[in-house]
């Protein structure tokens, strides 16, 4: 599988555990994605403001 084709299926698969039904025709990858974020609200996440956070609290991808 390449980038772009995860990009795209994890995309398809955000948008059915986040909104009711198919995806938006026209809308793929990187597109689809802003359009699910673009105007939501993020939840409060308050371990980024706490100043106990560490660096071996944070998982990076490898």
């Given at each position: 599988?390449?980038?772009?084709?995860?990009?795209?299926?994890?995309?398809?698969?955000?948008?059915k555990?986040?909104?009711?039904?198919?995806?938006p025709?026209?809308?793929?990858?990187?597109?689809?994605?802003?359009?699910?974020?673009?105007?939501?609200?993020?939840?409060?996440?308050?371990?980024?403001?706490?100043?106990?956070?560490?660096?071996?609290?944070?998982?990076?991808?490898?």
């Amino acid at each position: 599988m390449t980038r772009e084709q995860q990009i795209e299926q994890e995309a398809r698969d955000l948008w059915k555990a986040m909104k009711e039904g198919s995806p938006p025709r026209g809308l793929h990858g990187s597109d689809l994605i802003d359009a699910l974020v673009r105007g939501s609200e993020a939840p409060p996440y308050e371990r980024l403001h706490s100043p106990f956070l560490r660096d071996s609290q944070i998982r990076r991808p490898r």
